[in-house]
């Protein structure tokens, strides 16, 4: 027998779309959808060799759920913005259905503004914020006919502070932010969800990497004094994905450690 847990948080029987699975935080949100147990989910990147890697240690990890989670790894140039269409299909498809759809691909192309150049521009909005239109929009057909479904779009805390030498990035996160809330209206009345995630500065290779002064002005401005993590943001994203985010629609949670209270 089907072990069925009675947590709010747990995801058993659901289907998930997951882009940007390859990095550090697309592949968190996976593991967490794991262990809640989900019932099947398509994760989506461009490096095919982290995907492969990533399910690998998921299937051999271990879990509390007697009937173990599916996987399915799908690779999807966000480059051709048409592909995300695609993507969408296959994966509800290979699912036979999408219960949540989880929008965390992103790029960035940083500069001044008066160096930007136009493919910079554009490439961060396309993939960041086109990308994330086109998915919605093949992915709520599905949801709206059987009147349920959880989409999260991971957004930024610069789409709502700004920050210099990041016009292209800020503007795609807070589009995001904005179209999220406007979907949220159109979708409500049929049982889907739409939601933002706000990352503060989370620990990665980028910020590891910075120089001691910047990390210490960095942590200055941070309440908590320390960066977040990228399970902390995955948590956040189990909860608006399971039941326990039922009731809430059209926000950005904001995960900074109290860098921007919003």
């Known amino acids: 027998m089907t072990h069925r847990s ?15 699975a390859s990095g550090g935080i697309g592949s968190a949100i996976a593991r967490a959808f794991y262990q809640q147990g989900i019932g ?3 994760l ?32 999807c140039d966000l480059n051709d913005v048409t592909a995300i269409e695609n993507l ?34 554009q490439k961060v909005i396309d993939i960041n914020l086109t990308s994330c239109f086109k998915a919605c929009r093949a992915a709520i057909k599905t949801m709206m006919s ?11 805390i610069v789409g709502v502070t700004g920050n210099p030498g990041q016009t292209n990035y800020c503007a795609s ?3 995001m932010i904005g179209f999220s809330k406007a979907l949220a209206q159109e979708v409500g009345s049929r049982g ?25 002005k960095i942590l200055s401005g941070i309440p908590m004094q320390r960066m977040g993590t990228v399970d ?14 039922n009731y809430i629609t059209g926000q950005t949670l904001h995960v900074n450690g109290g860098m921007a209270m919003i």
């Open 88 to 121: 969408v299909k296959n994966a509800t498809e290979s699912m036979e259905g999408l219960d949540i759809l989880v929008n965390n691909a992103g790029v960035t192309r940083d500069n001044l503004l008066m160096r930007m150049k136009d493919e910079d521009w």
């Open 173 to 175: 996160k807070a589009g």
């Open 6 to 20: 009675s947590s709010p948080f747990c995801l058993q029987d659901k289907r998930a779309l997951i882009t940007g």
């Open 44 to 75: 989506s990147g461009t490096r095919t060799e982290a995907l492969e890697n990533l399910k690998k240690e998921l299937e051999n990890s271990p879990t509390s759920h007697e009937s173990r989670p599916k996987i399915t790894l799908m690779t």
């Open 232 to 245: 902390e943001i995955a948590h956040a994203t189990v909860f608006l994905a399971s039941s326990a985010g």
């Open 192 to 216: 889907v969800t739409v939601n933002c995630i706000a990352p503060g500065f989370i620990v990665s290779n980028m910020t590891e990497n910075l120089p001691e002064t910047v990390k210490e």
């Open 40 to 42: 099947h989910m398509v």
């Open 146 to 156: 059987k009147r349920a479904g959880k989409i999260i779009n991971i957004a930024s």
